[in-house]
């Protein structure tokens, strides 16, 4: 198996623009998964609250990780956000969700919650065959990836920018991410970076 190469193909600090041109990319998919998988990192109760309410009953981890002091075991976030008031549910902060979720107008919802913290949507999918560029469609690395407040696929440090991501095949192909690219107006922006 291994993981999808992923090409940054547009870099803003408008989370909004870099959602649309999400969307661009996602139309050229020759199909898409029913399921996309959304990711939060939650600063605040306000940020915490508008993401329960997005997707009841998600389970929230801690982001750090955290060890009780007695026994120094990892400690999982097994509380109901709603029954915590503000004060103590600072006192768990910052926490984040990973869930796969049914596509359709949660992506829109989705971006008007976002707060501070790093998020991102993965549209998997499979893109079409490009038989005069010897470039073909995989269906379990083909996709599109924005990171809010990031430039890594694999969510690595907080930025103030918002990147786009195409994903393709384990072995690269650069040649699709560049047309890709030039689909939103844009380049391929750095190297290719492991993927999912």
């Known amino acids: 198996m291994g993981n999808s190469k992923a090409y940054p193909v547009f870099r803003t600090g408008d989370a909004a623009d870099a959602y649309r041109q999400a969307g661009r990319l996602c139309a050229l998919l020759e199909h898409v998964d029913d399921r996309i998988w959304l990711f939060a990192e939650m600063r605040t109760p306000r940020e915490v609250r508008r993401m ?8 929230f981890d801690y982001e ?10 990892f400690l999982l976030f097994d509380l109901d956000v709603a029954t915590l008031d503000d004060a103590e549910l600072r006192t768990h902060l910052p926490l984040s969700f990973k869930e796969d979720v049914e596509r359709g107008d949660v992506e829109e919802r989705f971006l008007t919650a976002l707060g501070e913290g790093m998020a991102a949507i993965e549209w998997n999918g499979r893109w079409p065959d490009d038989p ?3 470039s073909y469609g995989h269906w379990n690395y083909d996709g599109v990836q924005v990171v809010f407040h990031g430039d890594e696929a694999q969510y690595g440090d907080w930025t103030e920018e918002h990147t786009v991501f195409v994903h393709v095949t384990k072995h ?5 991410a560049r047309k890709l690219a030039a689909h939103i107006g844009s380049d391929v922006l750095g190297e290719a970076q492991l993927g999912w």
């Open 132 to 134: 005069e560029a010897d």
């Open 64 to 73: 750090e990780t955290r060890e009780d002091p007695a026994t120094g075991h």
């Open 172 to 176: 690269g192909d650069l040649p699709r």
């Open 52 to 59: 329960a309410e997005l997707v009841p009953g998600v389970p």
